[in-house]
């Protein structure tokens, strides 16, 4: 079918997506780099350094979007009885409609800090309780935890979650970046960029899969269950979902990234059933899908360690593609600012291939 693929849409700065070799580059460091040592502050620096000229250091951005945190609950929290209502993604894209679309630092950091309340509010909302406020003293990665469960984290918990969300900050050209691009290439500001790049997000094809990774690992309960399970999944002709990538012709690097972090949390006491179920299914994946499908580079992508990484922190499976746009919209706002500094609309051609009119006799 016609298409894009490979076609080189944009020059960027921001990320290398080797697919042939497995590699992710972000701003010049290994995507395993960021996930060992990044925090969502330390990577929102990385990413932000150079498109806005009133970037402060790393630890003022980290206090300046703890603020942020604090100013945009209060802003959405009169919204949150209404916005509740609906699935978490959409939610959080409601909410973030209430943040001014503007093109600064500011804005940047509303709309970065919209994200982390707004997903455990609506969590807390679902649950029959009360949202919780942030703190704006505490790192963005704790503060979503305590604001979900109601109890700081620990220190293990908080180096979890800033490794997910460091190593899925940014990838490239995907189809939500991209589709945050052409928003902000009509100068329409960050928030309508964002919310571009969330709408595209939250389709299955794309930000969609960690929750149903984590049904698959709950149906098949325990590791002795897993090849027979497995098997008759494909018998039916279902797809495994945390395997097989659109650019990765090898194993997902976010993948390997992702399943360290879930070990040192085992480490520490949490989750290591969780673990030794996600291992066992996932080795017995990879040997039938060699032996059933040797043709396709069907190899353990960024989504199945997600599902694992996220369930452990407690966030419930529906919440998981708003947590992944939590992490992605420091991405996408640094795209949106590339894109506008760069000043060219994005405007394609296509092939009309339908009816003509008839020619007069």
Do not use: C
């Amino acid at each position: 079918m016609p298409g894009i693929d490979d076609v080189i849409a944009a020059e960027t700065v921001l990320s290398d997506v080797d697919g042939a070799n497995g590699r992710l580059i972000v701003r010049g460091l290994p995507v395993e780099e960021l996930a060992r040592n990044g925090t969502a502050e330390s990577v929102a620096h990385l990413l932000f350094e150079g498109f806005f000229p009133d970037l402060p250091d790393e630890r003022g951005l980290a206090r300046a979007i703890g603020t942020a945190r604090r100013h945009a609950f209060q802003r959405l929290e009169p919204h949150l009885p209404a916005i509740a209502a609906l699935s978490p993604v959409e939610a959080l894209r409601a909410g973030l409609s209430f943040i001014p679309d503007g093109d600064d630092l500011y804005t940047a950091l509303m709309l970065s800090g919209a994200a982390a309340v707004l997903t455990p509010a609506i969590i807390r909302f679902n649950g029959g309780q009360q949202a919780i406020a942030p703190d704006p003293k505490i790192g963005q990665s704790a503060d979503m935890i305590r604001m979900t469960s109601g109890a700081p984290a620990s220190q293990a918990e908080e180096r979890a979650l800033n490794a997910y969300l460091a190593t899925v900050s940014e990838h490239g050209l995907n189809a939500s970046t991209f589709a945050a691009r052409i928003a902000a290439s009509t100068k329409a500001g960050l928030g309508s960029a964002v919310i571009a790049g969330l709408s595209a997000l939250k389709g299955p094809l794309h930000g969609g899969a960690p929750g149903p990774v984590l049904d698959m690992l709950h149906e098949i309960g325990e590791a002795s269950r897993a090849e027979a399970w497995l098997i008759q999944a494909l018998a039916r002709g279902d797809r495994l979902m945390g395997f097989g990538h659109r650019i990765y012709k090898v194993r997902d690097p976010r993948a390997d990234a992702l399943k360290s972090a879930v070990k040192a949390l085992a480490r520490a006491g949490g989750a290591p059933n969780r673990l030794t179920l996600a291992e066992a299914v996932e080795q017995a994946a990879l040997d039938i899908l060699h032996k059933t499908k040797p043709n396709r580079p069907l190899e353990t992508n960024v989504e199945f360690y997600t599902a694992v990484l996220l369930d452990a922190l407690g966030f419930p499976a529906d919440s998981f593609t708003s947590i992944f746009a939590t992490a992605r919209i420091i991405g996408w706002i640094a795209h949106a600012r590339e894109q506008e500094m760069n000043g060219r609309l994005i405007r394609p051609q296509s092939r009309y291939v339908g009816p003509v009119p008839k020619q007069a006799a």
